[in-house]
């Protein structure tokens, strides 16, 4: 127990001020890039300190891998500098021993982090994308032309020349509706759609039908029209990031693509990678455990280079894994996942041969 607070003693205070330091260079970083957009719009000075307010929780999840790298390849560099784990190891206790509240702290903080994106990472990073692009005039608009929406696995198409989000309206509007066996069934027309009870509701709007090679055209079938339920959001000129969403969010938008017989792969790899990537904390633990004290010479400069480098391996594994998802080669959960459980393997590897 004592060894455990001893531990902790030297740790907490590293990590936390290298925590502090790291995520301060990101928020300087994301001013000094837009200073001069802030200057040339004259935009508040209380507005550009929201901005960065809300930017803190993102530079902190993204600091918080480097700081924790940092902090325990330095406690444990230390450690072996000044021959303190020499008595450690000499009193019967392994390495595995003395470090694993270090593991577990990792691990649980790996949880931790995910809670922290999801429930305030990504709503703040939100908030400061919009403010931002409200005060720099770059508010993007949810108009959107040319749109064509597959629906019900592919059973209805929507194609539309135009969608006015503010009246939730579609413009010149094509509905092709399919047979089970994805056979024609009908082709209704018309001059514009407004998205009223659950439905839309068509205006000056044409059924075609074709029965004993003949076309036919009417009004419209009631039953037809209340299968149109595409939410309006659909048709938005919105391209939804996977990574940028709650988990909740992502997953709804991933189910809406499988519904909709649209290609959602990548998609989903980014959903796995969204639980997965916060266990880069316990994997640069676990690799700078099993990689402190491979020399006597330099052993900050040299464990903190070999751990720097298992991580960029980390990243560029996990890069080739996710494209390789993309293209189906690998599956969605292989392709977020396997970098993870590589470097799990690797780590014990390591670990079996360190110094003891």
């Given amino acids: 127990m004592k060894l455990t607070q001893y531990l902790f003693k030297r740790f907490i205070p590293l990590f936390l001020g290298a925590l502090a330091f790291f995520a301060l260079v990101l928020v300087l970083v994301d001013l000094l890039m837009n200073l001069w957009n802030y200057i040339s719009n004259q935009v508040p000075g209380a507005t550009v300190a929201r901005i960065l307010l809300l930017y803190v929780p993102k530079c902190v999840w993204y600091a918080t891998p480097l700081a924790i790298l940092f902090a325990v390849?330095?406690?444990?560099?230390?450690?072996?500098?000044?021959?303190?784990?020499v008595a450690i190891f000499a009193s019967g206790v392994p390495l595995i021993s003395f470090t694993a509240p270090?593991?577990?702290?990792?691990?649980?903080?790996s949880i931790a982090l995910f809670v922290f994106d999801d429930r305030l990472v990504v709503p703040t990073y939100a908030q400061k994308t919009a403010l931002q692009e409200k005060s720099l005039d770059k508010e993007k608009s949810l108009n959107n032309d040319k749109i064509v929406v597959i629906a019900e696995g592919g059973s209805i198409v929507y194609k539309a020349d135009y969608y006015d989000d503010g009246a939730k309206r579609l413009y010149t509007v094509y509905v092709v509706v399919r047979n089970e066996d994805k056979t024609l069934a009908a082709v209704i027309r018309a001059d514009s759609a407004v998205?009223?009870?659950?439905?839309?509701?068509?205006?000056?709007?044409?059924?075609y039908t074709f029965a004993d090679g003949a076309m036919m055209m009417r009004s419209p079938d009631p039953a037809l029209v209340e299968r149109l339920t595409e939410e309006p959001t659909t048709f938005q000129n919105n391209t939804v990031s996977v990574e940028t969403?709650?988990?909740r969010e992502a997953q709804q938008y991933i189910e809406h693509l499988q519904k909709a017989g649209l290609p959602f792969s990548e998609e989903l790899s980014l959903y796995y990678k969204k639980f997965a990537f916060p266990f880069v904390l316990f994997i640069v633990v676990f690799l700078s455990v099993g990689l402190s004290g491979k020399t006597r010479k330099n052993v900050l400069l040299v464990s903190l280079a070999a751990c720097i480098s298992a991580a960029v391996l980390f990243y560029v594994s996990q890069m080739i894994t996710m494209l390789l998802a993309k293209f189906q080669y690998i599956s969605p959960f292989m392709g977020a996942w396997f970098p993870v459980f590589l470097f799990v393997a690797i780590s014990v590897v390591l670990l079996r041969y360190a110094r003891t």
Avoid: P, R
Wanted: proline share 0%; charged share 5%.
């Fill in 73 to 85: 390849s330095y406690t444990l560099s230390d450690f072996y500098a000044s021959n303190e784990l």
């Fill in 102 to 109: 270090l593991l577990v702290f990792s691990f649980v903080l």
């Fill in 245 to 247: 969403v709650s988990a």
């Fill in 195 to 207: 998205f009223q009870n659950g439905h839309w509701n068509l205006s000056g709007g044409t059924q």
